[in-house]
């Protein structure tokens, strides 16, 4: 143990040691300087300072010296009670012009060091005083002052005072309009540190810094007394004298008035405490004296505001005189002071119902109506509710919410009440699913992920409904084409502007986003995230395009193209710029078919050709036998192939697919890599084929890649158009090569 302590004081030692270089506090390798010393001068007298474990005050010090050479000795060791092997400095301050600056010193000290912890230093001091400490960093700080006397002795003698009284005086010696005290005190010891005097008998002690003044007419008394630099106090002697008035024919008594204040209940009683000020003015001679008195006791000095703790009615009444002698007429002020209520410390208890026609999932059809309530059981009352939709911002609740974006919501709620107290949020979720009597909204993408993502970049902030019922990232428009990162930039400006602006989000959440929108690059050249666009809304890109079988696509003014809208029939929309070996698919579709129709559709991956084989009048089941299709299906009953299916093998259910409202944008991502399929939808894994085998329609032809349900590795893409009832559009095609 002894060396374990041992090494950790060497350690203090160096690292002070460090520390005290870097301030520049070290000097002489004795941590001590005294140029002024005479050489080989012995010194007159011995001062012995020593530290022990207390990192608050020295364990012995000196308060009093002879000025003249010294030896200064600084020890902190065993000897003198240090047993944790903490290093301790004695160090005079020399920056302070209030105290001596003569003697530099600066004495690091520890029990383990090459002295035993016990250094000396030759100082030579002179009259006044020094101030000392010790700092250690990361604990306390001990301190003192030496006092530095001429000649061999202690100074034990108290100041010498005087007091000397000035102004216009009367024949009867009287003071006329004021008297002015001016006080002095001398010390031939240790000096002079301060000369205090009080007014009258009873007034506090302050410190004297400039004549007193005194204009109040009327007997006074001004007491004083001196302090040396060792603590003599000198005896407290007074000067006595009389203000009178100047002559006047002031006749007119003061103006006076008075305020009440203090914290009121809805009666106007004060609780606990009520402030009387009283304010008094006089044109002629001046105000002299203000006096008061509460109920019915006796007249006392106004000097400050009046407190009254006392419970009950109560007046305080109040007078002014002036310096001519006119006193003013009495007046009073009434009110009453009251126990404060009792402390309401228990916050409001919230509830919640959530009302709306259901399905048999349990999910509320078109619409949820969330009922918020409160009580307050502590006393103070409800001031106020409030909820947030979807991780949003705590709004104030006026009355019930209504949620009608279809998907899952929770709403967080809470209340306070008058006396401060907040109650705990309390949640409530549920699922609002489509039922074809609330129109989609008109979001200009759809993205339901969980935070707003700009890009790839990721901000954190919660992709919650707008006050449009659009989330947050539909807004961005993250997947749009745009020309320059600089206009891109501003259209997320604006769509920012106006959500703080709505309290959607606050300035961090602001912040946030427009970050990640700046870190995108999105519009910058070259920064597609590696996916190329295969048809961008544009009549160009489209034209890259060929229709095959029945039916067709026609393009739209936003830059969408639908099926079945002008010829009707089964038929294929495919892309033969080229063939893709393993990729990932990215597109948008919406349901648009009418009425309570539903959309029909897919997604063909990996089809080897499309015209010259018997199949040649139905090119669709082409692309259905020798690729495959990834089906758009919605509808709950008809074919068993649902959204996200690989047609004819894999089947996945409306639960799996999770249906989003008619009319609402859906992400759909399709990524093949060697004969595994990924199906996204809404950035949400709905399935997952590996082409190993399965259900086929017909036997292979002799140059299909193999008997056993395996397809190409490489193949042609396409979009499957059903029927004018089945319509579907379909947006922004990017593809990237695996």
């Given at each position: 143990m002894r060396v374990r302590r041992r090494r950790a004081g060497r350690l203090w030692t160096a690292l002070l040691a460090s520390l005290l270089m870097v301030l520049g506090l070290t000097s002489t390798s004795a941590f001590g300087r005294a140029e002024d010393a005479p050489s080989g001068a012995a010194a007159a007298q011995t001062l012995t300072w020593t530290a022990g474990d207390d990192i608050t005050k020295y364990t012995s010090a000196p308060v009093t010296a002879v000025a003249g050479p010294t030896t200064i000795v600084f020890e902190n060791s065993a000897a003198t009670g240090n047993t944790t092997g903490m290093p301790h400095t004695l160090t005079f301050v020399t920056s302070d012009p209030e105290f001596n600056n003569d003697v530099e010193l600066n004495i690091l000290a520890n029990p383990f060091d090459d002295q035993g912890g016990r250094h000396t230093a030759e100082v030579t001091l002179t009259p006044g005083r020094y101030f000392y400490h010790c700092t250690i960093p990361?604990?306390?700080?001990?301190?003192?002052?030496?006092?530095?006397?001429?000649?061999?002795?202690?100074?034990?003698?108290?100041?010498?005072?005087?007091?000397?009284?000035?102004?216009?005086?009367?024949?009867?010696?009287?003071?006329?309009?004021?008297?002015?005290?001016?006080?002095?005190?001398?010390?031939?010891?240790?000096?002079?540190?301060?000369?205090?005097?009080?007014?009258?008998?009873?007034?506090?002690?302050?410190?004297?810094?400039?004549?007193?003044?005194?204009?109040?007419?009327?007997?006074?008394?001004?007491?004083?007394?001196?302090?040396?630099?060792?603590?003599?106090?000198?005896?407290?002697?007074?000067?006595?004298?009389?203000?009178?008035?100047?002559?006047?024919?002031?006749?007119?008594?003061?103006?006076?008035?008075?305020?009440?204040?203090?914290?009121?209940?809805?009666?106007?009683?004060?609780?606990?405490?009520?402030?009387?000020?009283?304010?008094?003015?006089?044109?002629?001679?001046?105000?002299?004296?203000?006096?008061?008195?509460?109920?019915?006791?006796?007249?006392?000095?106004?000097?400050?505001?009046?407190?009254?703790?006392?419970?009950?009615?109560?007046?305080?009444?109040?007078?002014?005189t002036d310096k001519a002698g006119n006193t003013a007429a009495e007046k009073s002020v009434g009110f009453t002071v009251v126990e404060p209520p009792v402390s309401d410390t228990t916050p409001p208890v919230t509830g919640v119902t959530v009302d709306g026609t259901k399905n048999s999932d349990g999910a509320y059809v078109n619409s949820a109506k969330v009922t918020v309530s409160a009580t307050d059981e502590g006393g103070s009352g409800v001031a106020a509710i409030e909820y947030s939709l979807d991780a949003g911002p705590y709004l104030a609740y006026t009355a019930p919410v209504l949620v009608d974006r279809v998907g899952a919501h929770t709403v967080a709620y809470?209340?306070?009440?008058?006396?401060?107290?907040?109650?705990?949020?309390?949640?409530?979720?549920f699922t609002v699913a489509p039922g074809g009597g609330v129109p989609a909204p008109n979001c200009p993408e759809f993205d339901e992920r969980l935070t707003v993502i700009?890009?790839?970049?990721?901000?954190?902030?919660?992709?919650?409904?707008?006050?449009?019922?659009?989330?947050?990232?539909?807004?961005?428009?993250?997947?749009?084409?745009?020309?320059?990162?600089?206009?891109?930039?501003?259209?997320?400006?604006?769509?920012?502007?106006?959500?703080?602006?709505?309290?959607?989000?606050?300035?961090?959440?602001?912040?946030?986003?427009?970050?990640?929108?700046?870190?995108?690059?999105?519009?910058?050249?070259?920064?597609?995230?590696?996916?190329?666009?295969?048809?961008?809304?544009s009549q160009e890109s489209f034209a890259k395009w060929a229709q095959v079988g029945g039916g067709s696509f026609g393009l739209n003014a936003d830059g969408s193209i639908t099926s079945g809208t002008s010829v009707g029939g089964l038929g294929m929309l495919w892309f033969p710029q080229r063939k893709y070996g393993d990729f990932s698919l990215k597109l948008q579709w919406r349901d648009d078919a009418p009425g309570t129709g539903n959309a029909n559709s897919g997604v063909f991956v990996r089809f080897p050709w499309v015209h010259d084989h018997p199949e040649e009048s139905r090119p669709e089941w082409v692309a259905i036998k020798y690729g495959h299709e990834v089906q758009v299906l919605d509808r709950?009953?008809?074919?068993?192939?649902?959204?996200?299916?690989?047609?004819?093998?894999?089947?996945?259910?409306?639960?799996?697919?999770?249906?989003?409202?008619?009319?609402?944008?859906?992400?759909?991502?399709?990524?093949?890599?060697?004969?595994?399929?990924?199906?996204?939808?809404?950035?949400?894994?709905?399935?997952?084929?590996?082409?190993?085998?399965?259900?086929?329609?017909?036997?292979?032809?002799?140059?299909?890649?193999?008997?056993?349900?395996?397809?190409?590795?490489?193949?042609?893409?396409?979009?499957?158009?059903?029927?004018?009832?089945?319509?579907?559009?379909?947006?922004?095609?990017?593809?990237?090569?695996?």
């Open positions: 990361g604990h306390g700080s001990m301190q003192g002052i030496l006092v530095v006397t001429e000649g061999s002795g202690e100074d034990t003698t108290a100041p010498e005072t005087s007091a000397a009284v000035s102004g216009t005086q009367n024949s009867a010696g009287a003071y006329v309009g004021s008297a002015t005290v001016t006080l002095s005190a001398s010390d031939a010891g240790s000096g002079v540190d301060r000369i205090e005097y009080a007014v009258g008998d009873t007034g506090a002690w302050q410190p004297y810094t400039t004549p007193v003044v005194i204009d109040q007419v009327g007997s006074h008394k001004v007491r004083y007394r001196a302090v040396d630099k060792v603590g003599n106090t000198a005896v407290e002697k007074t000067a006595e004298f009389t203000v009178v008035a100047p002559p006047t024919d002031d006749t007119t008594a003061p103006e006076t008035s008075a305020t009440v204040t203090g914290e009121k209940n809805d009666q106007g009683e004060y609780l606990s405490m009520a402030t009387v000020t009283v304010s008094a003015s006089d044109t002629g001679s001046g105000v002299n004296t203000i006096e008061y008195a509460v109920d019915s006791g006796a007249w006392q000095p106004y000097t400050a505001p009046v407190m009254v703790h006392s419970l009950g009615a109560h007046q305080v009444r109040y007078r002014a809470r209340a306070s009440d008058k006396a401060g107290n907040t109650s705990e949020p309390r949640t409530v979720s700009v890009g790839t970049v990721d901000s954190g902030v919660p992709n919650r409904v707008t006050n449009n019922r659009c989330r947050i990232n539909e807004l961005i428009e993250d997947e749009k084409e745009w020309t320059s990162h600089a206009l891109f930039l501003k259209h997320a400006r604006t769509v920012l502007d106006k959500l703080l602006k709505e309290g959607v989000i606050d300035q961090r959440e602001y912040n946030a986003i427009y970050k990640a929108a700046r870190q995108s690059g999105i519009g910058k050249p070259g920064q597609t995230d590696g996916y190329s666009k295969i048809f961008d809304g709950p009953d008809g074919d068993m192939y649902k959204t996200g299916s690989v047609y004819g093998f894999d089947r996945v259910g409306l639960a799996g697919a999770g249906v989003t409202q008619k009319g609402t944008w859906n992400d759909y991502e399709i990524r093949v890599v060697d004969q595994h399929y990924s199906v996204f939808r809404n950035g949400v894994l709905i399935n997952e084929f590996d082409n190993i085998g399965g259900q086929d329609f017909t036997p292979p032809r002799s140059d299909d890649p193999g008997t056993d349900g395996r397809r190409f590795a490489s193949g042609y893409v396409g979009l499957q158009v059903h029927g004018t009832t089945d319509v579907v559009s379909y947006r922004d095609i990017r593809i990237k090569e695996l």
